[in-house]
């Protein structure tokens, strides 16, 4: 019964290979891998012309509770975005033998630390607000989202609207959280246990705020190992996290374990953030109407230059 | 029913092929025979883990009823996690499809995918509550001295992840060779309440890699258990699920 499976091994799909599902004989091209895991890989494909994400794995248990949860989601929040819409359930016979997957919405979107470049550090309340929203309606549920961390979240560059994309880690409160992260997991911080449940979420969600606002700091524990109170001490003397203080010193002593509560101390935050956007976008608007006018006038010089041609 | 049941495990972690003493894969067949599942996980980076190697770390494995994985140090914490919760899972599944080719003439991947979940999610629950005694085998040979600060901190993840389950654990550290150059070192048994992290901080490696001894031994650790326990089982009204955990 033992299953080998070296982690050098080939991926489940090539690109450009098309798939029928053993059960219901839907046929997918696959464009292209979007991602790999433990548990599994992501894959774009297309079907009738629109395309989706596929998720495979060798272990059908994994394949099908995961499923089920997500499709658990869809039923509840209708017309919601929290989970990716859900379609296809089968099997597929692969060159590793048989495998199962699921197919579901393919979302697109930029990283969050690209977004934050190109718009301003000052979207990061911004975002982490539209989290707690997305966390919410997932506790709501008696769900534990697991494995929150910057690579499972994609966000639209245009509207700056937010989608988690992973949902392998959505654990049934009260059990052990089934896939995490060293660097979000308070476990491995040594700040409580790897009991899902909703302040474990909350401290992920803390832990991708220090990401975000310095990325360099993760760099320097991979060399040091976890240390919380060090941890601290860099965010108490750092001036990036002048705003945020009130946020950690609730985080640290205990007030802030519900998403409520981190939402309330968010929305400070968030208040200066609109308020940021808004004097860059008049800023923008002013800066445009100073290069219309020298666009027009040029234009103008031009035309009179041309009649002058016609004229003599 | 299977909060009477104890999942019996060992769970082997080495760089290299064995090279002293008896046949490690000889080792598994019997600690298999007693209803212990055998895991194998292969660490790569620095080490000496030749195509030999790669096919003893599978080969013990196969032996054992187990899984193997063959991972870098980076990923070990998470691979000790996934495998020892794998080969629980996996016994349950063994005994529930024995059952559903009784009752429906095929097993749960035979079953369509949509009902598929519902035995999934019994398995998983299951898997859960069942109780747990694991003996960890560390290989402290030589080539394992860098990586012991790594094989620690999986240690320390591995204590994390047993306790939120809701089933009963036990767990215990071995190392070979030992650490006085015999073939093998209890380093924490399982009556041990001490800080296992404390005690791993006194690892040296130095020395041979004796596989076979180090399952023989463990597989002593938890048969023992076996003999001594149907003592204190009194509430057996399902039968002897022991029987079926093979």
Redesign the interface.
């Known amino acids: 019964?033992?299953?080998?499976?070296?982690?050098w091994s080939d991926p489940f799909f090539q690109k450009g290979q098309v798939i029928t599902g053993l059960?219901n004989k839907k046929r997918y091209r696959i464009d292209g891998m979007l991602g790999s895991g433990?548990n599994g890989e992501v894959y774009r494909v297309s079907s009738e012309g629109q395309s989706y994400a596929l998720k495979v794995s060798a272990?059908?248990?994994e394949i099908?509770?995961e499923?089920?949860i997500l499709k658990q989601l869809q039923g509840v929040a209708r017309g919601s975005d929290l989970g990716p819409l859900i379609f296809d359930?089968?099997?597929v016979q692969t060159q590793r033998g048989?495998a199962?997957f699921y197919v579901m919405e393919w979302v697109q979107g930029t990283d969050l630390p690209d977004f934050l470049q190109k718009r301003g550090p000052h979207w990061t309340p911004v975002l982490l607000l539209q989290l707690c929203t997305y966390l919410e309606r997932l506790h709501k549920q008696g769900y534990c989202f697991g494995d929150l961390k910057a690579e499972n979240c994609l966000v639209n560059e245009d509207r700056g609207v937010v989608r988690l994309v992973d949902f392998g880690g959505v654990t049934e409160f009260g059990?052990?959280?089934k896939e995490y992260t060293e660097w979000y997991d308070r476990?491995?911080w040594g700040q409580g246990?790897?009991?899902?449940e909703e302040s474990y979420d909350v401290f992920a969600l803390s832990m991708l705020a220090v990401q975000l606002i310095a990325p360099e700091a993760r760099k320097s524990v991979q060399q040091i190992?976890p240390n919380y109170s060090l941890l601290k001490k860099a965010i108490v003397s750092d001036p990036r996290f002048e705003n945020w203080r009130g946020l950690f010193k609730g985080v640290w002593d205990g007030r802030i374990r519900t998403v409520a509560s981190l939402r309330e101390a968010l929305s400070p935050l968030v208040k200066r953030s609109v308020e940021i956007e808004k004097k860059i976008k008049s800023k923008q608007k002013r800066r445009r109407d100073w290069t219309d006018w020298l666009l027009l006038g040029s234009a103008a010089v031009l035309v009179l230059v041309f009649c002058q041609f016609l004229l003599f | 029913m299977w909060k009477n049941v104890t999942m019996k495990q060992i769970l082997l972690i080495t760089d290299g092929c064995s090279n002293r003493g008896s046949n490690p894969v000889e080792a598994a067949t019997f600690a298999r025979k007693l209803g212990i599942a055998v895991n194998v996980v292969g660490i790569v980076d620095g080490g000496d883990l030749n195509s030999a190697g790669?096919q003893e770390v599978?080969a013990i494995?196969?032996a054992g009823?187990?899984?193997?994985?063959?991972?870098?140090a980076r990923?070990l914490a998470?691979?000790m996690q996934?495998v020892t919760k794998?080969t629980v899972?996996?016994t349950i599944?063994?005994v529930v499809n024995k059952e559903l080719r009784q009752l429906m003439g095929t097993d749960?991947?035979g079953l369509?995918?949509?009902k598929?979940?519902d035995v999934?999610?019994m398995?998983?629950k299951l898997g859960?509550e069942a109780a747990l005694q694991l003996v960890v085998v560390i290989d402290t040979s030589a080539s394992m001295h860098d990586k012991l600060p790594t094989v620690r901190?999986a240690i320390r993840?591995l204590k994390?992840?047993l306790?939120?389950?809701?089933g009963q654990h036990q767990a215990a550290i071995l190392t070979f060779p030992g650490q006085q150059g015999e073939d093998v070192s209890v380093v924490a048994d399982f009556t041990q309440q001490a800080n296992l992290v404390d005690l791993m901080n006194a690892l040296r490696a130095n020395g041979g890699t004796p596989t076979g001894p180090a399952i023989e031994k463990a597989t002593r650790m938890l048969s023992q258990q076996l003999i001594e326990r149907p003592a204190n089982r009194e509430d057996d009204g399902d039968g002897d699920m022991a029987a079926y955990v093979v």
């Not at chain 1, 246990?193 to 899902?196: F, H």
């Not at chain 2, 009823?65 to 870098?72: A, D, L, Y």
């Open positions: 019964m033992a299953t080998w499976q070296p982690t059960w433990a272990q059908a248990p099908s509770l499923h089920k359930l089968d099997d048989k199962f059990r052990g959280v476990a491995w246990s790897r009991l899902s190992g | 790669r599978q494995a196969e009823g187990g899984v193997s994985r063959i991972v870098e990923q998470m691979t996934m794998h899972q996996m599944q063994q749960a991947d369509p995918p949509e598929r979940s999934a999610e398995v998983d859960d901190e993840d994390i992840g306790d939120v389950r809701k």
